[in-house]
Structures are given as structure tokens and as C-alpha cells.
């Protein structure tokens, strides 16, 4: 099976911009993530999708939203961009994701590398 | 809520010595843990997963790591660390509608 494919890699984009990142989970997964990776912060939960229904989302202001259609792909959108919007954003796939307890595993794409300049 | 903590920022090992990587987890149940390894400018792969059926995992690449209730610990080993594993290390809880990370460890391996 493919992997998650993320799109683009790299972007660079300057202040007051946005930003449309996409993902493709593995086939047959309904559950799409996304997280925010920096070296100050670490990993940080953005929001889940399943089923075009975002069920989570962690504490992000507005500015950041997604969506995923019927195919399981899903996008991210960053409007306004700010410089600390810069990060490596991850999107991970799983069949059925959250729930307590969890032990569905998710699998992570490349990632996209935003640069807000 | 569920979290973990990894005990080292960074760790640095020798080529062909043994690896330890700590975590430590909070959680008011016997939770499923996680570790993943992220080469850079790379994403995230499961090394391996605890899901209760076994107290010892194997993972990928001669990786294990024992889950210890009494110690709330889930450290990761190898008996002997190759330059490819040089890498950051993460240990990770789901919590409820998310997935918990660890800050991190960066293992270093000299030739």
C-alpha cells in the first residue's frame, strides 16, 4: 500500500498570506490528523477528521482550519499567516482513529515544511 | 488526561553499545504507548506499540521496549546502536480524542 503523501514539501509564503496544504491517507483509512511540529513546541495536535467531520481539534486559534472529503483526503488552510506559523506540518492517517482507549496506530506522511517570511 | 514524559533531551551513544531511551507515562489505566523515530527533515515512523497483549514489544530495526506498570515506564532499547539510528525519538500516549508526544530524545551515535 502507498503511504501518506503529503503536497507541496516546501512552501514558502510571506506574512498576512494563507496557505492550502494537502493530504492523502493510506487507502481504506478514514482517519486524517494533522500536527504542528517546531523546535520550541514540539508535536502539537491541530484537529482530526473522519468521515468529512472534523471530531477534534486541538487549541489553535481560528486561523487554522481543514476539511476532508469523501475520498479521505483532506487540506489544512492557514490564512493570515504569521511568523510563528512556521513549522513542519504533519498529517497522519489511521482506520478509525480516536477513542479511549486508542490502539489504532497512525501512520505519518513527509510532512510540508511552511517558512513564513 | 494521559501524558508522557522522556527523561532525556538528548542521549549519545557509542556505534555497536546498547541504546536505553526513557519514558515515563501518566494515565489512570493501562494505556496503549507508542514510539516513533523521525529522521530529519523526515516524518514520523512507529518503531513499535504496547497494546497489553505482551509486556515486551519488538519493533522495527532491533528495537524493544518493556511496558513496566509498576514503574509507569515504557523505555526503549537496542542492544547495539548502528550510525543509521541516529535520530529523534518519541514516545507517545493517546488522550482521549488526541495523541499525546513526548518532547523528544535525540540519540547521537559516534562512530
Known amino acids: 500500500k502507498a503511504g501518506v503523501t503529503q503536497t507541496p514539501r516546501y512552501l514558502i509564503k510571506t506574512r498576512g498570506q494563507q496557505v492550502t496544504l494537502s493530504c492523502s491517507p493510506i487507502?481504506?483509512?478514514?482517519?486524517v490528523s494533522w500536527y504542528q511540529q517546531t523546535p520550541g513546541q514540539g508535536l502539537q495536535f491541530l484537529f482530526e477528521y473522519f468521515s468529512e467531520t472534523q471530531r477534534n481539534k486541538g487549541n489553535f486559534p481560528g486561523r487554522f482550519s481543514g476539511r476532508q472529503f469523501s475520498n479521505s483526503r483532506s487540506e489544512m488552510n492557514v490564512s493570515t499567516l504569521e511568523l510563528g506559523d512556521s513549522a513542519l506540518y504533519l498529517c497522519?492517517?489511521?482506520?478509525?482513529?480516536?477513542?479511549?482507549?486508542?490502539?489504532?496506530?497512525?501512520?505519518f506522511g513527509p510532512g510540508t515544511r511552511l517558512t513564513v517570511l | 488526561a494521559q501524558s508522557v514524559t522522556q527523561l532525556d533531551s538528548h542521549v549519545s551513544v557509542s556505534e555497536g553499545t546498547p541504546v536505553l531511551l526513557r519514558c515515563n507515562y501518566s494515565?489512570?489505566?493501562?494505556?496503549?504507548l507508542f514510539w516513533y523515530v523521525q529522521h530529519p527533515n523526515k516524518g514520523l515512523q512507529l518503531l513499535l506499540k504496547?497494546?497489553?497483549?505482551?509486556?515486551l514489544v519488538k519493533g522495527i530495526n532491533g528495537f524493544e521496549a518493556e511496558f513496566k506498570k509498576s514503574e509507569t515506564s515504557f523505555h526503549l532499547t537496542k542492544p547495539s546502536a548502528h550510525m543509521s539510528d541516529a535520530a529523534e525519538y518519541f514516545c507517545v500516549v493517546p488522550n482521549n480524542n488526541d495523541m499525546r508526544f513526548g518532547a523528544g530524545t535525540r540519540l547521537t551515535v559516534k562512530p
Open positions: 497522519a492517517s489511521s482506520l478509525v482513529g480516536s477513542g479511549r482507549p486508542s490502539t489504532d496506530t497512525q501512520y
Open positions: 504496547y497494546t497489553s497483549a505482551a509486556t
Open positions: 494515565s489512570s489505566y493501562s494505556p496503549s
Open positions: 487507502s481504506g483509512h478514514r482517519s
